[in-house]
């Protein structure tokens, strides 16, 4: 099978569904004549013209907005943002318009469209850009988050969310753009909303989603060489969580690590926690455990990087934890 | 001269209207009081003109948007006045199935945008639904409407640029009724004048005595034909009055009764009651009729959304997702 990076497999989704269907677009900083931050949208401008492959201004509380404003009135916007730490000055209007425009309408206005860039943290970028959002978004009915790990994964899973009539936020990393992998050629759809066994195994549950799953695997490696056998879920969507998924694996192999990049407090680690204590307690052999970042603004040094991140070490040091090894 | 180019029909189709308004928002205000209408009421009193003007200016397929101070603006696209009053009830039959509420009537039919209830919020949405009319090669006029509070917003500005950048067609309408709450205009910038805003953004702006519905059809007229010939979007300042609060439990202490009563003299329904009278288009007979005609409108909005029923129980988890089986999570 051929193999592509990250952002190719992101292009292809988006220039496929800008083909099917004429009411897509692209919007956003740099998407158009600089070919995008990231080069996501490479050559999309010379395809699809400047009609639908839009450069805005830097006001992101407006061009969020205006593809609100557009999905109510039939189009289906794709709406990029350079990362997501600077939607938080759009975040009204994902929050209060989009998310809630179903609802508040009664059922009147759909709002089809997708929300996308990196999320969280990209090396030494200081403390306003590395923050990871998947949670906040999560946290809301009316959206629904995916969260891709590999390029097989983000093709199908943004061509997905693309025709999804939901609002769909869709989050990527500046430190997978360039990860290559698999992908087929040809048209293919991968169901939101279900999470997917990367890995087999019998000894422990990982469960993970985004960039970090990269530490995941190399901790499972480790682990393996030690006779652990490590099995890994990737969630892929954070809202809906396939719960079902994790707590079948969890049934089989009685403990339970959460590996995530974000904040401890209220995160995604905390709600599967909560979900696999409820419905799988009588099967747990050890604490559920969780690796989450330092609860604290990341600093640039480093050093303060290395300590405050998920990492395969510390994965390795809290299975072998649960292991009782 | 402006006041003679007006038909008979037209003055008389202003006047219904506008007394319906007000009609319709003085007993929204009473049945709030009865607690009928719960949460947030805000009422559109002495603002009329700005709705009717605007009815004899556009056309089925334009759209409309607005933020909180909603309750009449339906009407400006043909909702009838009863499934209005069945939201503010909170009822099944309320334009948004009673799941909206005051601040938030929608009608996709009527090409009604909503009520918004972030001030600013639905100006650039304003401006996005203008995009997609824009992008569908349309030549539909979207009217976006906002309080002179709203014109402080950062979205304001974001809007407004790329509304001139990219040529949208949308009329922004700011309904200056001087109070962003309880704080003036003048306390809120040093412009005061807020149709310069538009000067920013080389935006077409002017302002509108907004208590003369012949001003506000004029300017609005220059505006949508402004839109519709695809030179992109304008800007008017509708200066206006509101009598009561800024909602029903604020009791406007910020501002004396003496500039409430001059107001009030300048009252833009009694003023077109003036004009029919004065030009024997009506006769007291036949305004009476309309007047009648009115209040038997609103009596039935009430009776239509006290015999209406609830949203049930199982509405609860309906119209969040399009998806018919999303998976909320229980406990």
């Known amino acids: 099978?051929?193999?592509?990076?990250?952002?190719?497999?992101?292009?292809?989704?988006?220039?496929?569904?800008?083909?099917?269907?004429?009411?897509?677009?692209?919007?956003?900083?740099?998407?158009?004549?600089?070919?995008?931050?990231?080069?996501?949208?490479?050559?999309?401008?010379?395809?699809?013209?400047?009609?639908?492959?839009?450069?805005?201004?830097?006001?992101?509380?407006?061009?969020?907005?205006?593809?609100?404003?557009?999905?109510?009135?039939?189009?289906?916007?794709?709406?990029?943002?350079?990362?997501?730490?600077?939607?938080?000055?759009?975040?009204?209007?994902?929050?209060?318009?989009?998310?809630?425009?179903?609802?508040?309408?009664?059922?009147?206005?759909?709002?089809?469209?997708?929300?996308?860039?990196?999320?969280?943290?990209?090396?030494?970028?200081?403390?306003?850009?590395?923050?990871?959002?998947?949670?906040?978004?999560?946290?809301?009915?009316?959206?629904k988050v995916i969260v891709p790990s590999n390029p097989y994964d983000a093709k199908g899973l943004l061509k997905a969310a693309i025709r999804d009539d939901d609002p769909v936020i869709f989050m990527e990393s500046e430190q997978m753009y360039g990860d290559k992998g698999e992908v087929p050629d040809g048209e293919y759809l991968l169901p939101i909303g279900v999470a997917d066994v990367k890995r087999k195994g019998t000894h422990v549950t990982?469960?993970?989603?985004?960039?970090?799953?990269?530490?995941?695997?190399?901790?499972?490696?480790?682990?393996?060489?030690?006779?652990?056998?490590?099995?890994?879920?990737?969630?892929?969507?954070?809202?809906?969580?396939?719960?079902?998924t994790v707590i079948e694996s969890v049934k089989k192999t009685n403990r339970l690590v959460v590996v995530e990049e974000a904040w401890p407090l209220a995160s995604i680690s905390t709600e599967i926690t909560y979900m696999v204590q409820k419905n799988a307690f009588d099967y747990l052999d050890a604490p559920i455990r969780r690796i989450t970042t330092a609860d604290v603004p990341l600093a640039y040094a480093p050093t303060l990087v290395e300590e405050f991140m998920p990492n395969a070490a510390k994965i390795i040091k809290v299975v072998k934890e649960v292991m009782y090894k | 001269?402006?006041?003679?180019?007006?038909?008979?029909?037209?003055?008389?189709?202003?006047?219904?209207?506008?007394?319906?308004?007000?009609?319709?928002?003085?007993?929204?205000?009473?049945?709030?009081?009865?607690?009928?209408?719960?949460?947030?009421?805000?009422?559109?009193?002495?603002?009329?003109?700005?709705?009717?003007?605007?009815?004899?200016?556009?056309?089925?397929?334009d759209n409309i948007i607005t933020a909180y101070r909603d309750h009449v603006h339906p009407f400006i696209k043909g909702v009838e006045p009863k499934y209005v009053m069945a939201e503010l009830y909170g009822k099944f039959t309320g334009v948004s199935k009673g799941k909206g509420g005051s601040m938030h009537m929608f009608s996709q039919p009527h090409r009604v945008f909503g009520g918004h209830g972030i001030v600013g919020g639905q100006i650039p949405l304003g401006a996005g639904i203008a995009f997609a009319e824009k992008y569908k090669g349309t030549n539909n006029v979207t009217l976006c409407y906002m309080g002179d509070g709203a014109v402080r917003q950062g979205a304001l500005h974001e809007a407004f640029n790329m509304a001139m950048l990219w040529k949208l067609p949308v009329v922004f309408i700011i309904e200056n009724n001087n109070y962003a709450m309880g704080t003036s205009v003048e306390r809120t910038s040093n412009v005061v004048e807020l149709y310069t805003l538009g000067e920013s953004y080389d935006m077409p702006a002017a302002p509108v005595d907004a208590m003369s519905v012949e001003a506000v059809h004029d300017a609005m007229e220059i505006a949508v034909a402004h839109c519709r010939d695809g030179k992109g979007p304008y800007l008017l300042e509708m200066k206006t009055y509101r009598y009561r609060g800024h909602s029903m439990s604020d009791p406007a202490k910020y501002r004396t009764k003496e500039e409430v009563e001059e107001y009030k003299s300048q009252d833009p329904i009694q003023r077109v009651l003036t004009t029919l009278l004065e030009k024997k288009y009506a006769t007291e007979a036949q305004i009476e009729t309309i007047n009648d005609k009115v209040n038997l409108i609103v009596d039935e909005s009430v009776t239509f959304s006290e015999e209406s029923p609830f949203p049930d129980a199982s509405e609860l988890y309906k119209d969040v997702y399009a998806q018919e089986d999303y998976p909320f999570i229980r406990e």
Not at chain 2, 4 to 23: A, D, I, N, P
């Open chain 2, 1 to 61: 001269m402006a006041k003679t180019k007006f038909s008979k029909e037209t003055y008389l189709m202003w006047y219904e209207q506008m007394l319906l308004m007000r009609k319709f928002e003085e007993r929204a205000g009473q049945l709030y009081i009865q607690q009928k209408i719960r949460g947030f009421c805000h009422l559109y009193i002495g603002q009329e003109a700005i709705a009717a003007g605007a009815m004899s200016t556009i056309k089925a397929d």
């Open chain 1, 1 to 143: 099978m051929r193999t592509i990076q990250f952002r190719e497999a992101l292009r292809e989704a988006l220039s496929e569904e800008m083909r099917r269907d004429p009411n897509v677009f692209l919007m956003g900083e740099e998407v158009a004549e600089y070919n995008g931050a990231y080069k996501v949208s490479h050559g999309m401008l010379d395809e699809f013209g400047d009609k639908r492959v839009i450069d805005t201004p830097i006001a992101e509380l407006g061009f969020a907005g205006i593809g609100v404003g557009a999905a109510m009135n039939g189009l289906r916007p794709v709406i990029e943002f350079m990362t997501f730490n600077f939607s938080l000055v759009a975040i009204d209007q994902v929050i209060n318009s989009a998310a809630k425009m179903l609802s508040m309408s009664g059922g009147q206005y759909k709002i089809p469209m997708v929300f996308r860039g990196p999320t969280a943290s990209a090396g030494q970028l200081g403390a306003q850009h590395s923050q990871a959002f998947e949670n906040w978004y999560a946290n809301t009915p009316g959206l």
């Open chain 1, 206 to 244: 990982i469960v993970s989603f985004g960039k970090i799953m990269k530490a995941c695997f190399a901790a499972a490696d480790e682990l393996a060489k030690e006779g652990i056998e490590a099995e890994i879920v990737d969630l892929r969507t954070v809202r809906p969580i396939d719960y079902a």
